[in-house]
């Protein structure tokens, strides 16, 4: 099978093309440089036989899509449009990367692949029209939102919090706000498992099992690079404000997968520790 991912040079991108070259796949990877997304000439030069195409690429700066919406728009939904308008055109199947930011975070329980999307933030209602974009394109995709995400290729919260714990005696961390963290090359891993399984087109939610808040997420990292987790205090999103609304009940149910008979990703904490070593190292 040939596969093109777009994005190539992001966390998830690198990850994802790794993956795929190391399972002696054929693949085609485009930085940026190489595919803007949002340039439909290029979009349609670059897609010709392939069977599959990957689009990892995204505006990702959450806060800044705020100020930024339209240039997000173009990216995180224009582009998706164009690349599965290229691959049905060519009769590939178009893959998706989308985020637990398509739901408010208003929920207690965990949401579906098919509750309604009800974005709080710019960055949210983009990557909720890039899904909807798909949709409308071809009826041969797979979106797979994902969440709380880290790598070892790219900034991510672990290793920020890693440098954070070398600098300082102490750390506030906010406790009001739960989800998912979740390895780029887990992702990486599912989305070729549901190929592979020809999954029927649809949702699917590429997160880690179990739920944890970001202070109880940072207790973790802590340990992982030797240091007490007893530095890590606890915060609120109250005195913690940022530009963009975070979700607070960031939890995805898994039940597409189950349906698909495609297992999902381990449980946070465990997938956590086969991370570690690639993502901040061991003391
Ligand atoms: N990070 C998270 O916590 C998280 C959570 C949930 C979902 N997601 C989703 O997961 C996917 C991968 O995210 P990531 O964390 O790997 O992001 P990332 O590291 O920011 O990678 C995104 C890549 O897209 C590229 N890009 C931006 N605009 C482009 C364009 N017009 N054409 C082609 N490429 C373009 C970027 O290139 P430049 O760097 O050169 O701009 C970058 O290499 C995205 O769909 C994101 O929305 C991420």
């Known amino acids: 099978m040939r596969w093109l991912v777009t994005g190539a040079g992001g966390m998830l991108g690198t990850d994802v093309v790794s993956l795929l070259t190391a399972a002696g796949e054929e693949v085609v990877p485009h930085t940026r440089q190489q595919l803007d997304i949002t340039t439909p000439a290029v979009v349609e030069s670059a897609i010709d036989d392939v069977d599959v195409v990957i689009n990892c690429a995204a505006w990702t700066a959450v806060d800044d899509a705020e100020t ?77 939102r994902t969440a709380w995400l880290y790598g070892a290729h790219g900034g991510c919260f672990p290793k920020t919090m890693a440098r954070l714990a070398a600098e300082r005696p102490e750390l506030q961390v906010v406790g009001d706000q739960v989800g998912q963290p979740t390895w780029t090359a887990d992702v990486a891993d599912l989305l070729r498992r549901l190929v592979d399984a020809g999954a029927p087109s649809g949702v699917y939610h590429a997160t880690a099992t179990g739920y944890v808040s970001w202070h109880g997420f940072t207790k973790e990292i802590v340990s992982s690079i030797g240091r007490s987790p007893e530095m890590v205090k606890e915060t609120t999103s109250e005195a913690f404000v940022r530009p963009a609304p975070r979700p607070a009940f960031s939890v995805l149910g898994h039940d597409a997968l189950e349906r698909a008979g495609v297992a999902p990703i381990g449980d946070w904490a465990e997938r956590w520790h086969a991370a570690a070593p690639d993502v901040v190292g061991l003391a």
Do not use: C
């Not at 929920?107 to 899904?131: D, L, V």
């Open 68 to 144: 930024h919406e339209s240039e997000a728009f173009r990216i995180n939904a224009v582009g998706p449009q164009l690349l599965a308008r290229a691959a049905k055109r060519v009769g590939a199947r178009m893959v998706q990367i989308s985020t637990d930011y398509v739901f408010d975070g208003h929920a207690s329980t965990p949401y579906g692949e098919g509750a309604a999307m009800a974005p709080a933030s710019a960055y949210g209602r983009t990557k909720a029209a890039g899904e909807w974009a798909v949709r409308a394109e071809t009826d041969d995709f797979l979106i797979l």
